[in-house]
């Protein structure tokens, strides 16, 4: 049938598509673009400095296993941008299998170009990867929605399963707070790839996901046993340099050293007007950071909150409100200034894309704010369609809606950066919501129907080549 050979040609017309603005991207972030946090966990990987938890070690030691094989620090934003595009154009395949629409399936790889995806794409940082292990367990499961119906073999669905789960739980390991965004997409995974799970399935599943979580983490404590440095203790930290008084922490039941640091980061937040990240820009660190402190500042914390409930949701609310309304950070440039003689390949394409970035963060602001994401995130959770794709819209919306929400108590700063992944998924998720409303939900497939049956259901469309 002449319309096959126009289906394959298209799938390899966005291939090429995906792998030219990959090498584009590449080629501007090169060799990855580092932040101060990027940087110190190149150290950790380089084995310059000893690893530590402060970042998640499971980057650094990925990190690590790529500079052995390739010899160079800068495989990592290429992975980056291989696994970005890839997973855009494995979902850029399947909804033009599902729909047989060329516009739709190229939109999807629009979505990479946008300014506020594009930003980050080859900054080395957990937030990034994060996102891009929640996109790619997206597209995976996008495979099992497109070839449920053909009813996959067994080994097959149990082998998507294993790589979705495989994303995902990288996705938490490199990021605790993304399990809020892990979930829906997790369930969707599922969902895509069998109709109708039962509870031994789910069961299943579910003690594969916590096994890929469980066993890394504890493969990594016992063997790679990175330096306990106490980090959560920094949000303890914020919310009691901005919640109690100066005259509250001077009588603090700590050690007269504490409470000395203490007093000093209220007085020298309150100076510099520092609302958040009280650690870095207040206090004054002792050479072991948190790890002597964090004990004092647990106990206090328990024992002061539950007497400032007022002030803690108040503080708390503040800062979620900067979040949402003065999302801040919306581009990294280039590579902070270091010691390992690291710079950035091509300076004039990092100020082309500071221009691109910067000019329309600047032009369409509200595109950089958290408030836009959380409200386009909450319409796909409350009306995702009713088409082949309501699924996945719904999942996306919840995704994005619950990690944004979940940073409500822990939020550290108010960076764009953690609003990220809702940016990349409400936008497939807006994507799909078009193309679901002008496509109707497929029939139920006929028993024996295999994958190749079903796709003509869109010969027309495959061939009118839309």
Same mark, same amino acid.
């Given at each position: 049938?002449?319309?096959?050979?126009?289906?394959?040609?298209?799938?390899?017309?966005?291939?090429?598509?995906?792998?030219?603005?990959?090498?584009?991207?590449?080629?501007?972030?090169?060799?990855?673009?580092?932040?101060?946090?990027?940087?110190?966990?190149? &150290?950790?990987?380089?084995?310059?400095?000893?690893?530590?938890?402060?970042?998640?070690?499971?980057?650094?030691?990925?990190?690590?296993?790529?500079?052995?094989?390739?010899?160079?620090?800068?495989?990592?934003?290429?992975?980056?941008?291989?696994?970005?595009?890839?997973?855009?154009?494995?979902?850029?395949?399947?909804?033009?299998?599902?729909?047989?629409?060329?516009?739709?399936?190229?939109?999807?790889?629009?979505?990479?170009?946008?300014?506020?995806?594009?930003?980050?794409?080859?900054?080395?940082?957990?937030?990034?990867?994060?996102?891009?292990?929640?996109?790619?367990?997206?597209?995976?499961?996008?495979?099992?929605?497109?070839?449920?119906?053909?009813?996959?073999?067994?080994?097959?669905?149990?082998?998507?399963?294993?790589?979705?789960?495989?994303?995902?739980?990288?996705?938490?390991?490199?990021?605790?707070?993304?399990?809020?965004?892990?979930?829906?997409?997790?369930?969707?995974?599922?969902?895509?790839?069998?109709?109708?799970?039962?509870?031994?399935?789910?069961?299943?599943?579910?003690?594969?996901?916590?096994?890929?979580?469980?066993?890394?983490?504890?493969?990594?404590?016992?063997?790679?046993?990175?330096?306990?440095?106490?980090?959560?203790?920094?949000?303890?930290?914020?919310?009691?340099?901005?919640?109690?008084?100066?005259?509250?922490?001077?009588?603090?039941?700590?050690?007269?050293?504490?409470?000395?640091?203490?007093?000093?980061?209220?007085?020298?937040?309150?100076?510099?007007?520092?609302?958040?990240?009280?650690?870095?820009?207040?206090?004054?660190?002792?050479?072991?950071?948190?790890?002597?402190?964090?004990?004092?500042?647990?106990?206090?914390?328990?024992?002061?909150?539950?007497?400032?409930?007022?002030?803690?949701?108040?503080?708390?609310?503040?800062?979620?409100?900067?979040?949402?309304?003065?999302?801040?950070?919306?581009?990294?440039?280039?590579?902070?200034?270091?010691?390992?003689?690291?710079?950035?390949?091509?300076?004039?394409?990092?100020?082309?894309?500071?221009?691109?970035?910067?000019?329309?963060?600047?032009?369409?602001?509200?595109?950089?704010?958290?408030?836009?994401?959380?409200?386009?995130?909450?319409?796909?959770?409350? &009306?995702?369609?009713?088409?082949?794709?309501?699924?996945?819209?719904?999942?996306?919306?919840?995704?994005?809606?619950?990690?944004?929400?979940?940073?409500?108590?822990?939020?550290?700063?108010?960076?764009?950066?953690?609003?990220?992944?809702?940016?990349?998924?409400?936008?497939?998720?807006?994507?799909?919501?078009?193309?679901?409303?002008?496509?109707?939900?497929?029939?139920?497939?006929?028993?024996?129907?295999?994958?190749?049956?079903?796709?003509?259901?869109?010969?027309?469309?495959?061939?009118?080549?839309?």
């Amino acid at each position: 049938m002449g319309w096959v050979p126009r289906v394959r040609r298209w799938v390899w017309a966005l291939a090429a598509v995906a792998a030219v603005c990959c090498l584009g991207t590449i080629l501007v972030f090169a060799p990855g673009y580092l932040s101060p946090d990027s940087l110190e966990q190149l &150290r950790q990987a380089e084995g310059r400095t000893p690893l530590t938890d402060w970042h998640p070690p499971v980057l650094s030691l990925v990190w690590r296993a790529l500079i052995a094989v390739t010899g160079t620090f800068a495989s990592m934003a290429v992975l980056q941008a291989v696994v970005f595009w890839g997973a855009l154009w494995v979902l850029a395949w399947c909804v033009w299998e599902l729909t047989g629409s060329r516009g739709g399936s190229l939109t999807v790889l629009g979505i990479g170009p946008m300014p506020f995806v594009l930003n980050f794409v080859g900054v080395v940082w957990k937030d990034v990867h994060t996102a891009f292990a929640l996109l790619a367990a997206c597209a995976v499961a996008f495979l099992g929605l497109r070839l449920r119906d053909g009813d996959p073999r067994p080994a097959v669905r149990w082998g998507l399963l294993a790589l979705g789960v495989l994303f995902l739980a990288y996705a938490m390991l490199v990021r605790k707070n993304a399990f809020f965004a892990a979930i829906p997409v997790f369930i969707l995974l599922v969902l895509a790839l069998w109709r109708a799970p039962g509870r031994r399935t789910w069961v299943t599943c579910t003690a594969a996901l916590v096994a890929a979580l469980l066993v890394p983490a504890v493969a990594i404590s016992l063997f790679a046993r990175p330096i306990g440095t106490k980090q959560g203790a920094q949000i303890m930290l914020d919310d009691l340099v901005h919640v109690l008084s100066v005259d509250e922490l001077r009588s603090a039941d700590v050690s007269p050293g504490l409470r000395d640091r203490l007093v000093a980061s209220a007085r020298e937040c309150e100076r510099i007007g520092a609302l958040s990240d009280a650690y870095w820009a207040c206090y004054q660190r002792p050479a072991d950071g948190l790890r002597g402190d964090s004990g004092e500042i647990t106990s206090l914390w328990l024992h002061e909150m539950s007497g400032h409930v007022p002030g803690y949701l108040q503080y708390r609310l503040r800062l979620f409100a900067t979040l949402l309304f003065e999302t801040d950070y919306a581009y990294k440039a280039g590579i902070t200034r270091n010691d390992l003689g690291i710079e950035v390949a091509h300076p004039r394409l990092e100020d082309m894309l500071g221009t691109y970035v910067g000019g329309m963060a600047t032009d369409v602001r509200w595109l950089f704010r958290g408030w836009f994401w959380l409200a386009v995130a909450l319409v796909l959770a409350v &009306r995702p369609g009713r088409g082949v794709f309501a699924m996945p819209v719904r999942a996306l919306g919840v995704s994005s809606a619950a990690y944004i929400l979940g940073y409500l108590p822990i939020m550290p700063a108010t960076d764009f950066r953690y609003v990220y992944w809702p940016a990349i998924a409400c936008s497939l998720g807006v994507v799909l919501l078009w193309l679901g409303r002008s496509r109707p939900a497929p029939p139920p497939t006929a028993p024996g129907a295999t994958a190749d049956r079903a796709v003509t259901a869109h010969q027309p469309a495959d061939a009118g080549g839309q």
